[in-house]
């Protein structure tokens, strides 16, 4: 669903890279692939984060994102659903 909406807005999507995340990416359609960067680090450049966490983890990414340098990245959050 998060991905659907960065589509929507006509946005690239940046994923943590982990084996999750690379399988996943590998398994879409060869178009959509181009669409998403993935990074270990959160160094990328982007404006906005989508959050799919309980509230614990909401709270963690936030502390995480307000530890980068640079301007603030506004997040939404969509807690008590475990990612799926």
Not at 22 to 35: F, G, N
Not at 54 to 57: G, K, L, P, S
């Given at each position: 669903?998060?991905?659907?909406?960065?589509l929507a807005a006509g946005a690239r999507a940046i994923w943590l890279e982990?084996?999750?995340?690379?399988?996943?990416?590998?398994?879409?359609?060869?178009?959509?692939?181009?669409?998403?960067?993935l990074d270990d680090s959160l160094r990328s450049a982007?404006?906005?984060?989508?959050i799919q966490a309980?509230?614990?983890?909401v709270r963690a990414w936030s502390h995480r994102l307000a530890q980068r340098d640079g301007p603030t990245v506004g997040n939404e959050a969509i807690p008590g659903?475990?990612?799926s």
């Open positions: 669903m998060q991905f659907a909406t960065v982990n084996g999750a995340s690379v399988r996943r990416q590998r398994d879409l359609p060869a178009d959509l692939r181009p669409l998403i960067v982007f404006d906005a984060i989508l309980d509230e614990a983890d659903l475990a990612p």
